[in-house]
């Protein structure tokens, strides 16, 4: 069954500091892959989409992600966290028109 | 921007009511869905719609039911609820496949 993990429950960085988030995803084709982020108290806001093409991703504030085909991942990156970023984190897969969520990784920022 | 709309924000309500959660788009979106979300976050998709009239259940099994009469319009009803219903409910929309998905700010509902 396709499936998405993502092994980090919880990360807590300093601000400035780099940030990876892992994700790895379970698919037979080619997938969509999408990180979301929320905030507390809200719904889910896209931060970034990979189709096809170029493997690394540019998206909203200041986030990427890169597409790894060989070993199934799509982990989301940040050269210097802010303290807005802390959040909860979803990758996901579109799987047959539905989105499938990994169970997200909450992260933390200290100043 | 808040495109899509669920009311109500918060509901707290007693064991065994009949509850309606809202979802409106105004996008003229074809796809709509509803997740339910666990305290600890994880996501579950309960149900789907691909249009007006067609309705499907998600992978986790839900005791609710759905209805989609109109495009902009996709409320999720409990007919009995109960303290296992406790979470947040998320609607979401897309226009087409592989498009991302819009959501709502979600309903967090505790029945006690």
């Known amino acids: 069954a396709q499936s998405v993990t993502q092994p980090d429950i919880h990360i807590t960085v300093s601000e400035g500091a780099s940030l990876e988030l892992r994700c790895n995803y379970s698919?037979?084709?080619?997938?969509?892959l999408f990180w979301y982020v929320q905030s507390p108290g809200q719904g889910l806001q896209l931060l970034l989409k990979?189709?096809?093409?170029?493997?690394l991703v540019q998206g909203i504030k200041g986030f990427e992600a890169e597409f790894k085909r060989s070993q199934s991942s799509f982990n989301l990156r940040k050269p210097s966290v802010h303290w807005s970023d802390a959040a909860e984190y979803f990758c996901?897969?579109?799987?047959?028109?539905?989105?499938?969520f990994g169970t997200g990784t909450r992260l933390q920022v200290f100043p | 921007e808040a495109d899509i709309y669920q009311t109500p924000r918060y509901l707290v309500i007693g064991t065994g009511k009949k509850i309606t959660l809202e979802c409106s788009q105004t996008?003229?979106?074809?796809?709509m869905y509803w997740y339910q979300q666990d305290p600890g976050m994880e996501l579950h998709l309960i149900h789907y719609?691909?249009?007006?009239?067609?309705?499907e259940k998600g992978d986790l099994s839900s005791e609710s039911t759905v209805s989609r009469i109109r495009t902009e319009h996709f409320p999720l009803t409990l007919e009995s609820a109960r303290p296992s219903h406790t979470s947040q409910y998320l609607c979401?929309?897309?226009?087409?496949?592989?498009?991302?998905?819009?959501f709502g700010n979600g309903t967090r509902l505790t029945v006690t």
């Open positions: 990979y189709f096809s093409g170029d493997t």
């Open positions: 979401a929309s897309t226009p087409r496949t592989g498009s991302p998905l819009h």
């Open positions: 996901a897969v579109d799987r047959a028109d539905k989105l499938i």
């Open positions: 996008m003229g979106h074809d796809k």
């Open positions: 719609s691909y249009g007006v009239n067609s309705t």
């Open positions: 698919y037979g084709a080619t997938p969509y």
